[in-house]
């Protein structure tokens, strides 16, 4: 076996394998998990799901310590895989392949971004800018440009989820206190360095002396602190996502003794670690509280999750799901305004979750580190976005007002009149992307053709999108 199993309270074996972790919620919501790919090989210690740009029916997974970014689709009947790239990762602890984004532009700049742990004596934490070749299915071998390299002390908290905003097209990462236990070193609170932290990064441009630029919009972008950094205070933030409809940053920070949380990072936001432990500690009125935490009687390791965006008519829909990897616990949180507005628990998963992902349509899987399968969340309430369309407007072909626009043109502003997020549709009925009014330009990825315009979330007559 790869790993070491350890005994003792609040350890499992697939806490032993991912090195993460140190109520009362009424009747389950009732969900059956399906291996989303029957006949593929398993795969070897995944973290990640999630979907490919530009192409609907093709899906990414990462694996942690094979260092493999693998691409899942359909092939005939047979689902198949094939390697993107493979990075040389440290084994050590909590190292390896940890997080994969790709550049909103990326089907004509092929960009995309990884974040890893490269292999020698010195730890560090990286994230390298590669460029994938004509295809956009595999890396082109072309050297890397190093981003950024956090030197580290110790081998575990290195969070490494990366993903671009929402809204703002910015690279998020988010970075763990650097490990050991206690955050010994006091990184989270320290604005001087970037370990404990969230950081956000303008990759289009460079700085002096970087390989990016700081954004205006960040807490210490004129001074004060690192301008590098967008939030602070969190001990390991192993899994996180963004709202694909608000941009809302949803965090499941891994606890350390008592308490395990989820909390929505903001700009500028001191998520308590290491004064506070959740809602508990010394808290002077500048830490964030959590929006919904337990304590390890209930589970000792959380696992950030997803927001549904798929069917806006289901009942589900906005919801944010997360696990605790250990008991299997998974929950279904809803947002009212900036506080909670219920949680309820789900049905268990049949093995230890060690991430969450939605495709294209926005359907939820869920990753088990043990089997070494992808599930999805399969449940009335949870069905993909296509659904919506095989209904009245859509199906009949009635819209509402027309537009026209040249691929990465900027968009008229009129487009924009019912709502600030558009979702877009294909003719066939695929989700294709997002259309924001702060990035009012058309993505590259929308080729030639007509799309369906709808505000995120909305039930209006869809207006009509003819790009030429």
């Known amino acids: 076996m790869p790993f070491k199993v350890l005994s003792g309270p609040g350890l499992s074996i697939a806490a032993t394998v991912l090195g993460i972790c140190g109520g009362a919620f009424g009747q389950a919501i009732q969900v059956k998990y399906t291996n989303a790919f029957p006949g593929l090989q398993k795969f070897n210690q995944p973290v990640y799901f999630g979907a490919f740009p530009g192409k609907p029916k093709t899906n990414v997974v990462l694996e942690q310590h094979t260092g493999l970014a693998l691409l899942v689709y359909q092939k005939g009947t047979a689902w198949v895989t094939d390697t993107l790239v493979k990075i040389d990762v440290n084994l050590a602890g909590e190292m390896g392949l940890l997080g994969i984004a790709f550049h909103p532009d990326y089907n004509a700049n092929h960009k995309y971004y990884v974040s890893y742990d490269p292999p020698g004596g010195t730890l560090y934490n990286m994230v390298d800018e590669r460029i994938a070749d004509a295809t956009g299915m595999k890396d082109s071998g072309a050297k890397p440009r190093n981003l950024i390299k956090i030197a580290d002390k110790y081998d575990n908290h290195n969070g490494g989820t990366i993903a671009f905003g929402t809204k703002d097209g910015l690279l ?3 970075t ?6 206690g955050d010994p070193d006091g990184n989270a609170q320290n604005t001087n360095v970037l370990l404990g932290k969230f950081l956000r990064i ?3 441009g460079k700085d002096a002396g970087l390989e990016y630029a700081i954004p205006a919009g960040n807490p210490f972008a004129k001074g004060g602190g690192r301008g590098e950094i967008f939030a602070l205070g969190v001990r390991n933030p192993w899994k996180w996502s963004f709202d694909p409809l608000n941009g809302d940053l949803w965090l499941g920070d891994v606890g350390q003794d008592n308490i395990e949380e989820t909390d929505i990072v903001t700009v500028g936001g001191n998520y308590g670690w290491k004064v506070m432990e959740g809602p508990s500690g010394s808290n ?8 919904h935490s337990y304590t390890h009687s209930v589970g000792t390791c959380i696992i950030g999750g997803v927001v ?7 009942k589900l829909y906005g919801t944010y799901f997360t696990t605790d990897i250990n008991t299997r616990k998974l929950w279904a949180l809803k947002k009212n305004g900036t506080g909670l507005a219920g949680v309820e628990e789900v049905t268990s998963p049949p093995t230890g979750i060690s991430s969450f992902g ?3 349509e926005g359907r939820v899987y869920v990753v088990g580190i043990n089997t070494g399968l992808i599930y999805t969340m399969d449940s009335p309430d949870l069905t993909p976005a296509v659904s919506v369309l095989g209904r009245g407007a859509f199906r009949s072909g009635s819209h509402g007002r027309s537009f026209t626009a040249a691929p990465g043109a900027r968009l008229d502003a009129g487009l924009f009149a019912k709502s600030d997020v558009l979702e877009a549709f294909s003719t066939s009925g695929i989700r294709v992307g997002l259309l924001s009014k702060s990035r009012p330009r058309l993505p590259d990825g929308f080729r030639a053709g007509i799309y369906l315009l709808r505000p995120a979330g909305g039930s209006a007559l869809p207006d009509l999108l003819m790009v030429r």
């Open 172 to 174: 998020y990462l988010g």
């Open 176 to 181: 763990g206190d650097g490990g050991s236990g």
């Open 202 to 204: 303008d990759v289009n």
């Open 284 to 291: 002077t009125g500048k830490m964030i509280l959590p929006i």
């Open 308 to 314: 549904f965006r798929g069917d806006p008519a289901s």
């Open 358 to 360: 939605t495709d294209a």
